[in-house]
């Protein structure tokens, strides 16, 4: 069963940026992968419209005053709040939405007790910090949705699969033993964080695990990063639940960045992933970047296509391998043990 908390029907253009590349026609290309999907999942496609995250929810990992500045600055007509990042009169509405489709991805999972859950909101969230907004994110999905389930109790590892470093991310389960928090990004890159002896603070210690990757690298290289540095932090961790930071901006399509994926490698990635869960309905994925239209399409048909076992109409792109970067992750894997020895 795929539960996708996202847009049913036509919702118009929102939290516009006009030729941002941050914009509305993302989700379109998203529910286009989806729908390529549904001949073949039928009645196992739920498709429900987002509802929005309380004050209470965002407050576990925002600071109070920026949850109120960022809605006034919205409401009062927004601008830029940095060179990246944009807000507008309806952004606040969108910016509730996308953290509270999370949570709902939760309930629904919990509810039916299997299947798997998209969301497939905008805009993003990983670069969001306690206090300030930045890297197009405003407030912080998949950390909103990790604090409430570490506010029930449970153990949650957070794989972050975008090409850029979810810096908000790292920085708000620092110094939290209830989460792990997994990244492989291209490096040296924006924004500049997610270096391999980044390891947590001390209540966290060991449970951040960066795998900086360079230009070019293929889709065997990120594998090889979860099996040889990530895995054994994870099996130490013994998840109870895994959220995903799905972004596609690591395929070879996307004009912002230089990693070389393919549509297979983000279906390969998501089957490695979905077994650090412990049952079935304790996999949430949660969408971040991807600017590239036709391969965000193609790579949404392909992740959810691994996880639910659908096959997208034209067979999808195969994985691709040879390229830079197996060295690094030896070297991360290195740099890793260091730190944790110092």
Known sequence: MLTVIGPSGGTGTVHDGGTHPERQARIDAVMAGIADLAPELGSELEIVPPERADAAALERVHAAGYVHRLEEFCLSGGGNLDLDTFARPDSWE???????????????????????????????????????????????????????????????????????????????????PSVLYVSTHQSPFYPGTGQADEVGGTAGRGL????????????????????????PAIDAFSPTWVLISAGFDAH?????????????????????????????????????????????????????????????PDGGEPPTSGGP??????????????????
């Open 325 to 342: 970067g197996a060295e690094l992750v030896e070297l991360a894997a290195a740099a890793r043990e260091q730190a944790l020895d110092d």
């Open 94 to 176: 969108a910016a509730l939405l996308s953290a509270g489709a999370g949570l709902q991805a939760i309930d629904a999972l919990r509810a039916r007790g299997e299947g798997v859950a998209f969301v497939a909101t905008r805009p993003p969230g990983h670069h969001a910090l306690t206090d300030r907004s930045m890297g197009f994110c405003l407030l912080n999905n998949v950390a909103v949705s990790a604090a409430a389930l570490v506010a029930a109790g449970e153990r949650v590892l957070i794989v972050d699969w975008d090409v850029h470093h979810g810096n908000g991310t790292q920085a708000m389960f620092w110094n939290d």
């Open 252 to 312: 070879r399509g996307d004009p912002l960045a230089d990693l070389s994926l393919s549509g297979g490698d983000f279906a390969a990635l998501a089957r490695t992933v979905s077994a650090y869960a412990p049952r079935p309905g304790r996999l949430v994925v949660v969408l971040e970047g991807g600017y590239d239209l036709r391969a965000l399409r193609t790579s949404v048909a392909a992740t959810l296509g691994a996880l639910t076992g659908a096959s997208p």
């Open 208 to 231: 951040t695990v960066n795998v900086p990757l360079p230009a070019g690298a293929t889709g065997d290289v990120v594998r090889r990063a979860l099996d040889v540095v990530a895995a």
